[in-house]
C-alpha cells in the first residue's frame, strides 16, 4: 500500500459519510418545519426529537467528517504536488473540484447557521424550501466526481 492510495481512501470514506450528513439534514429540518401543524403535545415531543437527531448529525457526523475529508484532501494534494508539480492546481478539472469543495462547505456552513435558528425557534425555512434544496450536495458530488476521475481539459 502507498501513501496515495492510503489517502485516496480515507478522503473517499470521510467524504461518503460527510455526504451522508448533508443529504440527512435537511430532511430532519424538513419534518421539524412540517410539524407546526401539529396538535400540541405530539408537535413538542416531535419537534425535541427531530432537534436532538439535528444536533447530533452535526456533532457526530457531518462536522468530523467534513474536517476529516478536508485534512485527507489536503494529504492528496500534497502527494500529488510532490509527484507532479502544482501545476494541476490549475488544470479546468481542478479548478471546478476546489469550487465544489467551497460550495459544500458553505452548504454545510448554512446547514449549521439553520440549525441553531431552528433550535432557537427563529428558522422561517419551510419543509419545501428544504426538501427543494435537499440535493443540492449529490450534484455538486456529481460534478466534482466526474470531474476528478476524467481529469478534463480544454483543447
Not at 18 to 33: I, Q, T
Not at 124 to 144: D, H, K
Amino acid at each position: 500500500m502507498n501513501p496515495y492510495d492510503l489517502a485516496r481512501g480515507l478522503h473517499i470514506l470521510a467524504v461518503i459519510a460527510w455526504m451522508a450528513g448533508l443529504l440527512f439534514l435537511p430532511r430532519l429540518y424538513a419534518y421539524d418545519a412540517e410539524q407546526a401543524v401539529k396538535p400540541e403535545p405530539l408537535r413538542s415531543e416531535m419537534r425535541a426529537l427531530l432537534r436532538a437527531w439535528q444536533a447530533r448529525l452535526m456533532k457526530i457526523i457531518l462536522n468530523p467528517a467534513a474536517g476529516l475529508a478536508l485534512i485527507f484532501g489536503l494529504w492528496l494534494i500534497h502527494l500529488d504536488i510532490q509527484a507532479r508539480g502544482a501545476g494541476f492546481l490549475g488544470e479546468p478539472w481542478m479548478v471546478v473540484k476546489l469550487v465544489g469543495v467551497v460550495l459544500l462547505f458553505g452548504w454545510h456552513g448554512f446547514l449549521s447557521t439553520e440549525r441553531k435558528r431552528i433550535a432557537a425557534g427563529t428558522s422561517v425555512r419551510t419543509g419545501r424550501f428544504w426538501r427543494m434544496t435537499n440535493e443540492i450536495p449529490f450534484l455538486l458530488a456529481i460534478v466534482m466526481v466526474v470531474s476528478v476521475t476524467t481529469e478534463w481539459t480544454f483543447g
